[in-house]
């Protein structure tokens, strides 16, 4: 009776252990991968928001005071050339900036109201480049390493599962970071992100709550109490998959 009971048992621990390296594994490709994007991205931009329309490589949105802006560049152009290449998205665009410089001049050919024209901007330096992004990414790195540590020393322990989730959120709160192009791997990072940054408040009370362990008649109901603890991070995304939904077709909003 006791090898019978004893086998299931220890299917489930070495169960939750690969799960946990399946998780853990995933994740820090996908962190490494942000990492080496944000590490190339580029350092000098136009100040468009370019968005894949059925029209084509579209201006959804630009900065006021942007090169393009300057240029005389507006909401609603499509692009159809840079330097005189055909351009079918927008990570083509970006491509002609990873390769400039602050000071580089790229020649864009627009349709402005059924008006074609030639438009040269120059590039100029990216705001929103920053060395701490990897300093952040770092930790979250070393966060998710050491939940997984601790889960799998101790897989059959509730309380290590709740750590080792918790530790997950802060990885992709600190580690995951859309690079601009809003790709498929650029969006699972905007998720990653987006998620993370959610669930952290709701996860580290609800670990707060469960753990230490109290008496039987001192522990909060946490059946009714953990819908009330994630229902912001429900409505917080909730709310954001309708501003990207909706951004899909208001670039301005979207940008905001």
Request: net charge positive; charged share 15%; with cysteine.
């Amino acid at each position: 009776m006791s090898s019978s009971r004893t086998k299931p048992t220890r299917l489930l621990v070495w169960g939750r252990s690969l799960l946990a390296l399946a998780v853990v594994g995933l994740l820090l490709v996908l962190g490494v991968a942000n990492i080496a994007l944000r590490a190339q991205a580029h350092q000098v931009e136009d100040g468009v928001l370019w968005a894949d329309r059925a029209e084509g490589v579209t201006v959804a949105d630009l900065a006021d005071a942007s090169p393009a802006a300057r240029a005389g560049i507006e909401r609603g152009d499509v692009l159809l050339a840079v330097n005189g290449a055909p351009v079918a998205r927008p990570a083509d665009v970006l491509e002609y900036q990873h390769r400039g410089v602050p000071g580089t001049t790229l020649q864009y050919t627009l349709v402005h109201l059924g008006t074609r024209r030639a438009i040269n901007v120059e590039l100029a330096p990216s705001a929103h480049g920053s060395s701490m992004y990897f300093v952040l990414a770092a930790v979250g790195l070393f966060t998710l390493l050491v939940g997984a540590s601790v889960r799998l020393r101790r897989p059959d322990d509730q309380a290590t599962l709740h750590f080792f989730w918790l530790c997950v959120a802060f990885f992709g709160a600190f580690t995951f970071s859309f690079t601009g192009p809003l790709d498929r791997l650029d969006w699972i990072f905007y998720w990653g992100d987006a998620v993370s940054m959610a669930l952290v408040p709701a996860l580290l009370l609800h670990f707060t709550l469960e753990f230490p362990e109290r008496p039987v008649g001192a522990r909060p109901n946490l059946r009714l109490i953990a819908p009330l603890v994630y229902a912001p991070a429900v409505v917080l995304g909730v709310s954001r998959i309708v501003v990207v939904a909706r951004g899909a077709l208001d670039g301005a909003m979207f940008s905001r």
